[in-house]
C-alpha cells in the first residue's frame, strides 16, 4: 500500500496550531490515523497510507483553517475534527459530529472537553447556556462514531422545574421524551436525526429516567447525567456506581437551580464536596463568562448571581 508523502502548504500560523504545544495536536492526530506529520517549512508533510493520510488530511486543513481564521485553536478544537474525519470513513459526513461547529467557544469548555477526554468521572457545574450538557453529548457522541464506546446513555431525573405536567399517555419513551427534549435536539444537531434514529434503533444511544439506571452495570458506555442538580443523594450515589469496565461518565447541573421539595435533598453538590481531588474525577465549573446563548442570558445570569450574593445572610 502506498505510503507516499503528501505536502499541504500553509501559513505559520497555520502550520504552529496543527503541530500545538510542545507538538501535542500532531502527535494527536498521528496516533488518530497512523501517520507521519512532519513540518519541513512552508506546510505540513503527511506520510501513511491512503486512507490515513486522507483523514489526517481533513483534520489538518479543518485546523488550519480555524487558525486562519484567527480562532484560538485548543486540544480539544483538534479531538473535535479527529472525531469528524474518523466518521467520515463511514455513513456519517463531516458534520455529522460537527454540525452547527461543535467545538468549545470559550477556555472553560474547553478545559471540560480536556476533563471529559481524560477522566472516567467528569463533573460539569455551572448555569444554563454554558454548553455543559451540549458538549457532553458531542463527546459522548463522538465516541460512539469512533468506536470507542458500545453505546451512549444519557439519563436525568424525571423532576418538574416548578409546573405539574399530570399524567403523560402512551409507552415509555413517550412518557419520557417531554423530560429528554433538550437531550433528543442535542443529538439531532450533532448526529442528524438520520443517523440519532439508527443509533436509537439498534440500542446504541438510550435515554432514560435515572429510575432505570438502578441495578444495571454501565460497560464500556458514555454515560451522561443531565440535570444532576434534581437527583437525591441516594439517586447520585446509585448511578455513579453503576460505571463499568471501559465506561466514562459526566454528570451535569446547575447546583442553584435545584427543583427538589427540598434543595438540600440534592445529591450533586454532595457529591462533589466527597469527590472533588479523588484520583480519577475532574470537576469543571463554568461562570456567567462561558454563556454561549444569547448576550442577554450572560446578563440575566449575572444578575441572579448578584442578587444571590446579597441576599445571602452574613
Known sequence: MSRTPEFLPLS????????????RHAALIEDA?????????????????????????RVVVAVADRADAGDEVVEADVRV??????????????????????SPKTKGQARYMEAMAS??????LGPAGTGKTFLAVAQGAGMLLRGEV????????????GEKLGFLPGDLNEKVDPYMAPVWEALTDIMGAD????????LEIEVAPIAFMR????????????????????????????????ARMVVTGDPTQVDLLNPRDSGLAHAVS???????????????ADVVRHPLVERIVKAYDADALQSTPR
Open 81 to 102: 475534527a479527529i472525531g469528524a474525519a474518523h466518521s467520515q470513513g463511514g455513513q456519517a459526513s463531516p458534520r455529522a459530529v460537527r454540525k452547527g461547529n461543535v
Open 274 to 288: 466527597i469527590l472533588e481531588g479523588v484520583e480519577g474525577v475532574a470537576v469543571s465549573r463554568f461562570t456567567s
Open 12 to 23: 505559520d500560523i497555520a502550520v504552529r496550531a496543527v503541530s500545538g504545544p510542545s507538538g
Open 119 to 124: 477522566h472516567p468521572l467528569c463533573f460539569g
Open 215 to 246: 441495578g444495571r452495570t454501565l460497560s464500556h458506555a458514555f454515560v451522561i447525567v443531565d440535570e444532576a442538580q434534581n437527583c437525591s443523594r441516594l439517586q447520585m450515589k446509585m448511578v455513579l456506581t453503576r460505571l463499568g469496565e471501559g
Open 195 to 202: 443517523q440519532l434514529r439508527r443509533r436509537r434503533e439498534k
Open 150 to 161: 458500545d453505546r451512549l446513555i444519557v439519563t436525568r431525573p424525571a423532576v418538574e422545574a
Open 33 to 57: 490515523f497512523k501517520v507521519l506529520l512532519e513540518t519541513p517549512g512552508g506546510g505540513v508533510t503527511i506520510t501513511g497510507d491512503v486512507k490515513g493520510r486522507a483523514s489526517a488530511k
